[in-house]
Structure formats: structure tokens, C-alpha cells
């Protein structure tokens, strides 16, 4: 019943990304965004005893980096962008356990992408035109070297 569930959300997800232009609408980010947030997660159980800011829509932060390079900021939200537009949606699992987390400012603007380079989809929040949709494994590699780059912890597998 839960894959079943999972499979309709992302099927619906990729729907309204293709038909929204969620790529568009993320490169748009990567034109000049005030402060890019780059986040490895712990997708287990979040730790209770954590203060909140330990934590990134309720999973573990194992670490974070602010991208102040203009470069790097593009070409994350271009990779992210990239694997939007070539996702397939009938090639997700149905785990959710997001890795990686992704906060775009723009003025007083915030998005903020859950990522989960498994299952193939992501979860956002404040992001116009959706809340939900799917990628492909290409982008893990930007953001695994940008992780490595700030000599942060990449998420455990």
C-alpha cells in the first residue's frame, strides 16, 4: 500500500514538475540567489535531545556549508535543475530517506530542497511551482564533491 501510495505521489510529482517547468524555476534560483545552504543529512530517526537548528525539516544535519561562491551556487541548482528535467517517473523506489538538503535565499525569498538521490525524488518547501518532485542519481556527484569541497561528512548510505 505504501509503495503504491509513493508511486501515485511521484507519478503526480512529475506531472506537475513537467507541467510547471520546475527546471526552469530552478535554474531561475541559480540566476542570484543571496545565500545558498548546502546540507549532508542523516536520514534516520531524528536525535530528540538535538536543539532544533541541529536539524533540517526533522532529520540530523551531520553538516552544512554556506556556499558563498557564485559558481559552486550555479552549479548546484543547475545539476539539481539537469536531473529534474531528464527524471523518469516510473524509475523511483519508495524509500524517502533524504541525504542531502538545500536552502536557496533570494531577498526574502526561501526555498528549501529535502533530497533523497535513492528514491530519485525531492521534497520541497517554499519552492513555486510544486512540492514534490523527481530527479535523477546525476546531480549526487555535484553535490557529494561541494560536500567534500567544505571538508564536510557525506551522508552515510
Not at 531561475?28 to 531524528?46: E, F, I, N, Q
Not at 536557496?104 to 533530497?115: K, N
Not at 535513492?118 to 535523477?136: K, R, S, Y
Amino acid at each position: 500500500m505504501r509503495l503504491a501510495i509513493i508511486t501515485l505521489l511521484a507519478t503526480a510529482a512529475y506531472v506537475l514538475a513537467t507541467d510547471s517547468d520546475v527546471p526552469t524555476a530552478i535554474e531561475s534560483l541559480a540566476d542570484s540567489p543571496s545565500r545558498v545552504v548546502l546540507y549532508s543529512l542523516d536520514p534516520g530517526r531524528p536525535n530528540e535531545s538535538l536543539p532544533p537548528d541541529a536539524l533540517f525539516h526533522a532529520h540530523n544535519v551531520r553538516g552544512q556549508a554556506n556556499i558563498a561562491d557564485a559558481a559552486e551556487q550555479r552549479a548546484l541548482l543547475r545539476a539539481l535543475a539537469a536531473g529534474t528535467r531528464e527524471a523518469k517517473p516510473d524509475v523511483i523506489n519508495a524509500c524517502f530517506n533524504p541525504r542531502h538538503g538545500l536552502r536557496v535565499e533570494r531577498g526574502s525569498y526561501a526555498a528549501e530542497f529535502l533530497i533523497c538521490f535513492e528514491c530519485l525524488q525531492v521534497q520541497a518547501c517554499g519552492f513555486q511551482p510544486t512540492d514534490f518532485f523527481v530527479t535523477t542519481a546525476a546531480p549526487q556527484k555535484v553535490f557529494d564533491d561541494s560536500l567534500r569541497g567544505h571538508n564536510l561528512p557525506l551522508p552515510a548510505k
